[in-house]
């Protein structure tokens, strides 16, 4: 096991990793910018080491600064949380050069997971469903035309090295492709360093469901259940839950060993998560991406299986074996994870930085947890993410954790920055979202007018 590993990342999944890493009795290095510098990942870290100024591309993406953070300090590994340098195959490659353990997947496979295109190819090869789309990268609008064209509208354009909601764009007719397609790869292309494009056809209605998977180097790879996450604002998860209420267990058990199959495919170690979309009229799903990084929603399935996948991928960059086999992963009760962030419903989501005044965060009762890097008197800047809490509530069942969520985010109070907290409040007490009657298009297309036609 590690003595001492160093945190590349900030706000509450620091916090998490800090964590779990002292549970372990590993000591942990915080790595801080300029504008982090009284933030709680660097309080409650053994060490903490600031990297450079506020600007992300300055500090917590420059890579030279954070591995020089780990050598001063003498960190033998690094985990990247999610974000910044989690998914950077030259980052992760440095870091086996210079003998420190990378705690994720390989540079080769990230390259190979994270290029979609020969993502899809490898679920081919792997005998794993895919979505009916373009053969190979699409480089022009021209091509697109005779793609979509081909596929039938409506169609989706996703960037080829894409992710986090970039590079996407939905297209229901022919009119439009020309304009959706030069606008997707010119932000692909300022996001990624690469305008390159595919083309899917859209499964309408659909769920997004996604499979946490771990892999150990002796070749062992397990699936956690899975987590819908169809509740998304711009291609972005809002609120995710475990189990979908859209699954029953022989359904369960395809798209868990799918997500197994993808995975042993391409020799995968670590954690890392498969995404799908389930087309609710057939009952098929389809592969979308493979995330190879611990994800914002994974409470969710910690809850829901008692396995702490944190110190689970600290164990296997270690060299451990898993701690668990298949057949000791069951899925008791329901959890669900509402993203409190600091942002304006009422403004577009305006983001909201500034001094929390005054701070209360939910606790107390079984079932019910916090992930959080905020504080009274904390100052939010405005360099970085809007999210500042994951709010995460396990029940005996899907109405017991909708009940627990409601009372969590009745309590909730920030005072001094505008947050989304009844906006969550107002979507998880809605009788659709209730009743599990969602798809990826209900908040933008259903709930997203009426609400704010309610808030004018």
Do not use: W
Not at 210 to 229: A, K, M, P, T, Y
């Amino acid at each position: 096991m590690f003595n001492k590993i160093l945190i590349a990342n900030r706000g509450e999944i620091a916090v998490r990793i800090i964590r779990a890493a002292r549970e372990l009795g590993i000591e942990t290095v915080a790595v801080y910018s300029d504008a982090d510098k009284e933030s709680l990942h660097t309080i409650l870290a053994d060490e903490s080491v600031c990297i450079g100024p506020a600007r992300s591309t300055e500090s917590y993406l420059n890579m030279n600064a954070v591995l020089s953070a780990a050598i001063v300090t003498g960190a033998q590994a690094i985990h990247p949380g999610f974000g910044f340098l989690s998914e950077n195959s030259k980052f992760a490659t440095m870091c086996e050069e210079l003998n420190i353990k990378f705690i994720g997947p390989s540079g080769t496979i990230m390259d190979k997971m994270g290029d979609k295109i020969n993502a899809r190819e490898e679920m081919i090869q792997a005998d794993v469903p895919v979505i009916p789309g373009s053969d190979g990268e699409v480089f022009t609008s021209k091509q697109a035309l005779a793609v979509a064209d081909e596929l039938g509208y409506p169609v989706m354009l996703k960037a080829s090295a894409g992710g986090g909601g970039k590079g996407i764009r939905k297209v229901d007719k022919s009119e439009d492709l020309v304009a959706a397609f030069e606008s997707a790869s010119q932000e692909a292309l300022a996001a990624f360093g690469n305008g390159a494009m595919y083309i899917e056809k859209v499964i309408y209605p659909a769920r997004h469901i996604e499979v946490q998977i771990l892999g150990d180097s002796f070749g062992n790879i397990i699936h956690l259940g899975e987590r819908d996450c169809s509740l998304q604002r711009n291609n972005q998860k809002v609120l995710e839950e475990s189990p979908s209420i859209a699954i029953g267990q022989t359904l369960r058990d395809k798209i868990g060993a799918a997500a197994v199959r993808a995975a042993k495919a391409v020799g995968y170690e670590n954690a890392g998560t498969i995404e799908f979309l389930l087309d609710e009229k057939t009952n098929q799903f389809y592969f979308m991406e493979m995330n190879t990084r611990v994800q914002v929603e994974h409470p969710v399935t910690e809850f829901v299986t008692g396995v702490d996948i944190v110190k689970e991928q600290i164990r296997i960059a270690a060299g451990q074996e898993l701690s668990y086999k298949q057949d000791d992963i069951k899925l008791r009760g329901h959890a669900i994870e509402c993203r409190i962030n600091a942002e304006n419903p009422a403004f577009h989501f305006a983001p909201s930085p500034g001094k929390i005044k005054d701070l209360f965060l939910p606790s107390g009762g079984v079932g019910l947890r916090v992930d959080s890097a905020v504080y009274n008197g904390y100052s939010i800047p405005p360099y970085y993410d809007s999210m500042i809490a994951k709010i995460i509530v396990h029940g005996d069942n899907r109405f017991d954790a909708l009940m627990k969520m409601q009372r969590a985010l009745y309590e909730l109070e920030v005072e001094g920055v505008v947050t989304n907290s009844d906006f969550q409040l107002d979507l998880i007490s809605d009788q659709r979202v209730i009743a599990g009657d969602y798809d990826t298009s209900f908040l933008m297309e259903t709930f997203l007018p009426n609400y704010q036609k309610d808030e004018k």
